[in-house]
């Protein structure tokens, strides 16, 4: 299994991901909500671009689907939820299916059409994540989903995680040198609120006053699922 680290959604390069897995992580906040979502025991996601597509996609389904998501971290106008975790409990989202569209997250999954399989992660749910990677034992990308095509420490810090927790399940594992150093990175940073605490992302939650949602984020290992990415649905 050989193991690599694209930065951000714009990064993704055009048949890069043919053959392979692709492991989708916006830490900060949206694949953190979609597996608490899922977890909670939401039927489907289904992730979409742009807010006028999640809008359609519910009047198409009236009554079935919860609206979910962001721009510039905040609620869009119209919609049930934000982009905060913490909103989506079992009692709201039991049984219905997540539209959601997010400045980021959305972008990256939609980017990795080619994959043989494509996984949503977070730190939530990272080792399930690597468990099901070993499984498969094939080649995997872990596509951070950054912030606004930038370089997010926090996403980086999440594939560190994943690598880590992988490498100790099967040292032979081949990293790429920027999976080299996602991995170095949480190794030396296994505090990762102390890490992340300069990112411009964490900073800008924190300055919302959500700073229950950047807690709930760096939990590791609470959630036991694999959501994945088929044919424009979410499910686990």
């Known amino acids: 299994m050989k193991v690599d680290v694209v930065i951000s959604a714009d990064h993704i390069k ?6 392979k897995v692709a492991v989708v992580i916006d830490m900060l906040r ?5 597996v608490t979502a899922l977890d909670n025991g939401a039927k489907k996601v289904v992730p979409f671009l742009t807010v006028e597509e999640a809008f359609d996609y519910s009047k198409q389904h009236d009554g079935e689907v919860i609206l979910g998501g962001e721009r510039k971290a905040l609620k869009i106008e119209g919609f049930d939820f934000s982009n905060s975790p913490l ?3 079992r009692e709201f989202v039991e049984g ?3 539209a959601i ?16 399989h494509i996984f949503i992660a977070a730190m939530l ?9 070993k499984s498969l034992n094939e080649d995997v990308v872990i596509v951070n989903s950054g912030t606004m095509g930038q370089f997010s420490m926090d996403d980086f810090i999440c594939a560190g995680y994943l690598i880590d927790t992988l490498i100790n399940d099967n040292p032979k594992i081949e990293l790429s040198d920027i999976a080299i150093t996602a991995k ?10 102390s890490f992340i605490k300069n990112a411009r992302h964490y900073n ?3 300055s919302l006053g959500l700073d229950g949602d950047l807690h709930y984020c760096m939990k590791k290992d609470i959630i036991d699922n694999t959501p994945e990415y088929i044919d424009g649905e979410i499910t686990i």
Do not use: F, H, P
């Open 204 to 206: 800008i939650l924190k």
């Open 184 to 193: 170095y990175i949480y190794e030396n940073n296994k505090d990762i609120d």
């Open 87 to 89: 909103e989506y409990k």
């Open 125 to 133: 749910n990272a080792r399930a994540i690597c468990k099901k990677l």
């Open 30 to 34: 949206a694949t953190s909500v979609m």
């Open 14 to 19: 055009k048949g890069e991901l043919q053959g």
């Open 96 to 98: 219905k299916t997540l």
């Open 101 to 116: 569209t997010t400045s980021n997250g959305t972008r990256a999954i939609k980017g990795c059409d080619g994959a043989s």
